[in-house]
């Protein structure tokens, strides 16, 4: 898109936020080579702490591939290809539902960089290995944490599913996938256009059950990140399909986010959840920012710019003083996520994913790609 589009002071503060960023992950990459934290403990990413499971691995090559593709240095890109080589061999993983998040970030930017088919395979390998998922009878891709149960989250995993049913043209993957979303759409997203985290089914008969939640409040509330994956990654679904039903959701998931979140743009952890116990989930408006970005380029006239206004609001209030970690004594660029509350993993800390989202808004607002599908 054009940067003429962004209000120079996003720009500049885009641009100051990037340099605290980079800044940050040549700490990490320093004081901890090799490293894939998810969240930090204390301002710290290195910490004993459960992971719950493995999905962050791709964000932090992630945002090398952004920093080397806007610097062209020599050490990002280095450090882009190294980091992404160690996630070699994930790409046949079964055992979680993330594989978007590990490979869309790395590998695909990496073939969009240098065209070499390679690491195209890598990417569709990937799609063809969270297309094993399905399950069949519930119509719905198995989340990692048991087989009757699916997640608001792997929406935002399906894009590389629809690449690689694309660059094989293989209508299995294509039904596989589109059987999903649209499921996940029926199921997960209600009529008011907010979204319950996860679904559970009848693995005899694969009838839906019940809505339900690990990361949210309670099953009837709305788990702001959830919402967050829901508008960008059924936006990337309409950017791969041009299925209007897609584009329809995606829209519906955004004006929900829009409507239940003051001003600063910034969401709690679960809008529903009486006296939350921080009062922001900021890797929720990392990620909904650059989702909106997107959907800004997949509407157009007044409603393209208003979602396009709303990202540079959130953007905005995450590059001020009370997100952005200019102090050495925390580890991450943007403070104030949440992993985890019921668990108590990462509560108000820095997160590897909300740093990547971050990083890829703050991109954005500097002439970046807006569009998943293009990169
Ligand atoms: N499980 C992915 C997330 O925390 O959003």
Redesign the pocket.
């Known amino acids: 898109m054009s940067i003429d589009l962004v209000p120079a002071d996003v720009q500049r503060a885009a641009e100051a936020a990037l340099d605290v960023a980079q800044r940050k992950v040549k700490a990490l990459v320093a004081n901890h080579p090799d490293y894939f934290p998810l969240y930090t403990m204390g301002g710290k990413w290195k910490h004993d702490f459960d992971p719950?499971?493995n999905?962050c691995e791709g964000f932090l090559g992630g945002q090398m591939w952004v920093f080397a593709d806007r610097t062209g240095s020599a050490e990002w890109r280095s450090l882009a290809e190294h980091y992404s080589t160690l996630l070699r061999g994930r790409e046949f993983d079964r055992e979680v539902h993330?594989l978007g998040f590990t490979f869309w970030p790395t590998w695909k930017r990496w073939h969009t960089l240098t065209g070499d088919a390679e690491r195209d395979e890598v990417v569709v390998q990937a799609g063809k290995t969270m297309a094993l998922r399905l399950n069949e009878k519930a119509g719905l891709l198995r989340s990692f944490l048991a087989e009757d149960s699916t997640?608001i989250?792997i929406m935002m995993n399906v894009g590389i599913i629809f690449y690689a049913a694309e660059r094989t043209q293989d209508d299995e993957l294509r039904r596989i996938v589109d059987t999903h979303c649209l499921n996940t759409r029926r199921y997960l997203v209600r009529g008011d256009g907010s979204t319950a985290h996860e679904g559970i089914f009848d693995l005899e008969t694969g009838e839906f059950l019940r809505q339900s939640t690990?990361?949210g409040w309670r099953s009837d509330s709305s788990w702001a990140?959830?919402q967050a994956?829901a508008l960008y990654g059924f936006g990337t679904c309409y950017a791969f399909t041009d299925d209007s039903r897609y584009l329809d959701t995606a829209i519906r998931c955004a004006d929900y986010y829009l409507a239940q979140t003051d001003e600063s743009g910034v969401p709690p952890n679960d809008w529903k959840e009486p006296n939350p116990r921080v009062p922001y989930e900021s890797?929720a408006a990392a990620i909904a920012a650059s989702g909106l970005l997107q959907l800004s380029a997949l509407t157009t006239g007044d409603q393209a710019a208003g979602y396009a206004e709303a990202a540079f609001s959130i953007v905005r209030t995450l590059c001020g003083p009370d997100f952005v970690a200019h102090e050495d004594t925390i580890d991450g660029v943007l403070k104030h996520g949440s992993?985890?509350e019921t668990h108590g993993y990462g509560v108000d800390e820095c997160v590897m994913?909300g740093e990547y989202f971050f990083v890829e808004a703050l991109d954005k607002c500097l002439g970046g790609e807006w569009l998943a599908t293009k990169r």
């Open positions: 719950w499971t999905w993330d997640f989250d690990q990361q990140r959830g994956w890797s992993y985890h994913w």
